[in-house]
C-alpha cells in the first residue's frame, strides 16, 4: 500500500514540474527536491513494463485550462492554443494531425 502511494506522488510531482514550464532543475530548486532523486523516479516511472507496448501509441498529456479564452484567431477562425514549456502553439480546425504530433513530440523532448 505504501509502495503505490510512494508511486502515485512521484507522479504527481513529476505531472507538477511538466506543467510548470520550468527546467528540471529551477523546478525541483524551487520545491526543495534533490534532483538526483527527481530524475531517478523519472526515470523508474517512464520504463515500460509491457514488453508488448505498441510504440507508436499515443502518450497522454495534461491538459490544464486556463482562464484566458482564445476562441477565434486573428482570421476569425476558432482554434486553440497548446503551451509545452514555453511555447505556445496555435492550433485551427484546419490542422494537419501528423504535423501536429510532430511538433509536439519535438517540443515535448525539450520540456523533458
Not at 30 to 51: D, E, G, M, T, V
Not at 63 to 84: F, T
Request: aromatic share 8%; with cysteine; charged share 20%.
Amino acid at each position: 500500500m505504501r509502495k503505490q502511494a510512494n508511486l502515485e506522488c512521484w507522479e504527481e510531482i513529476l505531472s507538477e514540474q511538466i506543467s510548470s514550464g520550468l527546467t528540471q532543475i529551477k523546478w525541483c530548486e524551487q520545491n526543495s527536491i534533490n534532483i538526483h532523486k527527481f530524475r531517478y523516479w523519472k526515470r523508474r516511472l517512464s520504463l515500460n513494463p509491457s514488453a508488448e507496448a505498441d510504440p507508436n501509441e499515443g502518450k497522454w498529456a495534461l491538459i490544464a485550462p486556463k482562464a484566458k479564452s482564445i476562441p477565434n484567431n486573428s482570421h476569425g477562425e476558432s482554434c486553440i492554443q497548446i503551451q509545452i514549456g514555453q511555447a505556445t502553439v496555435t492550433v485551427t480546425e484546419q490542422v494537419n494531425f501528423d504535423t501536429l504530433s510532430d511538433v509536439i513530440s519535438l517540443l515535448m523532448k525539450y520540456v523533458q
